[in-house]
Structure formats: C-alpha cells, structure tokens
C-alpha cells in the first residue's frame, strides 16, 4: 500500500527520522530537493570524512562522508573543495557538468564522491600523501586526509556527492 506521504521531502523526513529512531543499526541513505528539505547545510566540521583507493575507471579515490553523531544535515550535490598542495594543477575540478540531488546525512546514512587526482594521459606529476578536502563554501575550515597510498597527482577531478558510491566513479572521457 502506498503512504499518503507522496511528496519527495517528506519521504525524506520518514527515511531521516526511521534512521535515528534506530539509533543508527542501519543504513539510511535518502536524496532530497534543491530545498534540503529543511535541514540544514553541512558545514566541514559537521561530518567525518575517510578514504580509501578504489580500482575502477583507472584507479581513484572513494571519500566518505558522515554525519557526526546528532548532527542532521544536507551535503548539495556539488563537487567537494580539495587540494593535494598549493599549486594550481593541484587543486580538485569538478568532473561533472551540473548539480546533482542533495544528500540527507543523519545516523548511519553517508554521501560519497570520487576523486581521480591525474586526469591527463602522461607520466607527469606531483606525488602527495595527504588531501586538504572541505565542503564547498567552507575552505577556510578544511580537513588534511592521509591517502591510503602516494598519489601522482596531475589536474585531479572530482565527482559530485552522491547518496550512492556507484555514482560516484570519476570517469575520464
């Protein structure tokens, strides 16, 4: 049967509220509207970030972000700020053309987005163990990341934030 809660925010509100009733035991991922359906933006030190190396699509970067534990939030789905260094060839671009749906972060629930740090076809590049990875919008308060291994790194790309690790594979092309 379906619910009488049709519309997308509220049956976001459900999914969000049906993870915290269970106290985080499981998984609950929801995508809402442009709007975030009323909560509010995910600053950096709201969430807990990790990383590690995934094989697909030539080799790349999976970060996962969390919400810290009661905190309620909206990641927009735009490529996350980073960096491995200062320079310019350095600095993250976004692998994708336009915006994607805004991922809901409470309990278990987690945003993803990839991170391919050399898009070019040369040997060229720099290599760095650590990114300096933010929300876009928060810079000034970003977070260092140690790199599960050394990356040559040569004009990286950087998916949007996704509600589904799958979307978030940055394939060159």
């Known amino acids: 049967m379906r619910s009488r809660f049709t519309t997308r925010s509220a049956r976001m509100t459900l999914a969000v509220l049906a993870a915290l009733a269970l ?11 442009s709007s975030g359906s009323g909560t509010q933006a995910c600053a950096t030190s709201d969430l807990t970030f ?20 009661g905190i309620i939030c909206h990641l927009e789905g ?4 980073a960096s491995f260094g200062s320079h310019p060839n350095t ?4 692998a994708e053309q336009s915006a994607g749906d805004d991922v809901v972060l409470a309990g278990s629930a987690a945003a993803y ?33 140690q790199l599960p291994d ?7 790309i950087a998916t949007n934030w996704h509600a589904d690790p799958a979307d978030a594979v940055p394939f060159i092309g």
Do not use: C, M, W
């Open 50 to 69: 990790s990383v590690k190396t995934e094989t697909e699509a030539g080799g790349y970067y999976l970060i996962t972000a969390k919400a810290k534990p």
């Open 113 to 145: 987005a990839g991170i391919n740090p050399k898009s070019t076809a040369d040997d060229n590049g720099v290599q760095f163990d650590q990114l300096h990875l933010s929300v876009a919008g928060d810079e000034e308060n970003s977070v260092t990341l």
């Open 150 to 156: 050394t990356a040559t790194v040569d004009r990286p």
């Open 91 to 94: 600095g993250v671009s976004p």
């Open 23 to 33: 106290g985080g035991a499981a998984t609950a991922t929801a995508t809402a509207d």
């Open 78 to 81: 735009v490529s996350p700020s």
